[in-house]
């Protein structure tokens, strides 16, 4: 059935212009209340599918992840997911990163301390470059005293990764591979995380629009 309905009025026109511009902020702020409580579960259940599946080092990067509530003046909000991370997406598609990058080896490092670590070694006339058996550059270092604070804790990884008790006075010490390009798998699903959790955000505004009444 479709009914038509004409009002004459012209002091009626403007009442139901005026009701329906209360609801509609209304609803649009029972919308906003709706997202940010169900967004708080999938902001929590984002960064524990990002633990999941990669290795975090630093719980800063775990917690660049979560949602945040859009609002732009005259529309519905929306919701957000993502990181404040910029590069973060490409384990989300996955990716080649071109360009001549040196990745340590035997364990992670931070990017800063790494840099800082290696220009140590550099300034100090202890980094050179010899090729591997597959063809690689590979930093180098000695162990030398002079040098035992930026090597610190590349040793330790080099031991461990070799199964060494102890490294020799003048031992050569690999730091970093320098390669080309870094190919990276696509490790993250958090649009199908998202649309997982449609039905739940979807309830949660509903709830909101339904206590209007």
Do not use: C
């Amino acid at each position: 059935m479709k009914l038509n309905l004409r009002i004459d009025s012209a002091e009626a026109r403007a009442q139901l212009r005026r009701w329906g511009g209360e609801f509609r902020e209304k609803a649009r702020r029972a919308a906003r209340q709706g997202l940010q409580q169900a967004g708080g579960d999938l902001r929590e259940a984002l960064r524990q599918h990002v633990a999941g599946r990669l290795r975090v080092a630093r719980q800063g990067f775990l917690r660049s992840f979560g949602t945040r509530v859009l609002v732009t003046p005259g529309r519905l909000p929306a919701l957000l997911v993502g990181s404040k991370v910029p590069w973060a997406g490409i384990h989300e598609r996955g990716g080649t990163i071109a360009g001549r990058l040196l990745i340590p080896l035997h364990g992670r490092v931070g990017r800063k301390r790494f840099r800082q670590q290696v220009q140590a070694l550099m300034r100090g006339g202890n980094a050179y470059f010899v090729r591997n058996a597959k063809g690689h550059l590979v930093l180098m270092a000695e162990n030398i005293r002079e040098h035992d604070r930026p090597l610190a804790g590349f040793k330790r990884r080099y031991r461990q990764a070799a199964g060494l008790a102890r490294l020799k006075r003048g031992a050569d010490i690999p730091i970093a591979v320098l390669v080309p390009r870094v190919a990276l798998q696509k490790r993250l699903d958090v649009e199908q995380l998202t649309r997982d959790h449609l039905p739940r955000l979807a309830a949660a505004v509903q709830r909101r629009l339904l206590a209007l009444n």
